[in-house]
């Protein structure tokens, strides 16, 4: 098992910066690609970023955040994280952390493991 808890989201203005945590127990950290979707009212969870083990090489997320979010891990800390700058009120979301076996199956929304989601709002 793997216990994943998120940590701060919160509200912010357009063109704000927020930065989520994720800190993970349970089984080997390193074995798991981590990543984040979102899922905003009345639309289907979608993929947003993940990071392999050696996530400064190993990085991929949506075209709707490239050059705004960045993911990043700490494998001493367990803990993966989401730099999110020049939000925007379609941002606004349920984020949650999730650990995949592969990157794939993040993409797909099929993680092994789900935290319990963190919101964010982007006020205009």
């Known amino acids: 098992q793997v216990q994943l808890v998120e940590s701060g989201g919160g509200l912010v203005q357009a063109g704000g910066s927020l930065r989520l945590s994720c800190a993970a127990s349970?089984?080997?950290?390193?074995?798991?690609?981590m990543g984040w979707l979102r899922q905003a009212p009345g639309k289907e969870r979608e993929f947003v970023a993940a990071?392999?083990?050696?996530?400064?090489?190993?990085?991929f997320s949506a075209d709707s955040v490239k050059g705004r979010f960045t993911i990043s891990r700490d494998n001493a800390k367990n803990t993966v994280y989401l730099q999110m700058n020049s939000l925007k009120p379609e941002d606004t979301a349920v984020y949650y952390c999730?650990?995949?076996?592969?990157?794939?199956?993040?993409?797909?929304?099929?993680?092994?493991?789900w935290g319990q989601g963190t919101q964010v709002t982007v006020s205009s």
């Open positions: 349970g089984r080997t950290f390193s074995n798991y690609v």
């Open positions: 999730a650990a995949a076996q592969s990157t794939p199956d993040l993409r797909a929304g099929k993680p092994d493991y």
């Open positions: 990071a392999g083990w050696w996530s400064g090489r190993n990085t």
